[in-house]
């Protein structure tokens, strides 16, 4: 969140395209696997690894990655899974 969730999701008031690629991204994750803060947290972590493997770092540009990182942390969010103050 703290790296890119928080500004992302900033965006999203004023960046109708950014709303729509998020919401894709949300989409396709909840077809894929249950939105629970255990799964979606382990999906998180996988994710991460492979960016990390293939030495991927956020710019701070609109590519797959970070629609998909920004998605998860919309989803975290909505589903009440920051309201711990845990990092996602």
Same mark, same amino acid.
């Given at each position: 969140?703290? +790296? =890119? /969730? $928080?500004?992302? @999701?900033?965006? #999203?008031?004023?960046?109708?395209?950014?709303?729509?690629?998020?919401?894709?991204?949300?989409?396709?994750?909840?077809?894929?696997?249950?939105?629970?803060?255990? +799964? =979606? /947290? $382990?999906?998180? @972590?996988?994710? #991460?690894?492979?960016?990390?493997?293939?030495?991927?770092?956020?710019?701070?540009?609109?590519?797959?990655?970070?629609?998909?990182?920004?998605?998860?942390?919309?989803?975290?969010?909505?589903?009440?899974?920051?309201?711990?103050?845990?990092?996602?």
């Amino acid at each position: 969140m703290n +790296t =890119l /969730g $928080d500004s992302q @999701l900033a965006r #999203l008031g004023a960046e109708p395209g950014l709303v729509a690629a998020v919401d894709q991204h949300a989409a396709e994750l909840r077809e894929a696997i249950p939105i629970d803060r255990e +799964t =979606l /947290g $382990d999906y998180l @972590l996988g994710f #991460l690894d492979e960016l990390r493997h293939r030495g991927w770092v956020f710019t701070g540009e609109l590519d797959e990655p970070s629609l998909r990182l920004t998605a998860v942390c919309w989803l975290a969010r909505e589903h009440g899974f920051l309201g711990d103050e845990l990092p996602a």
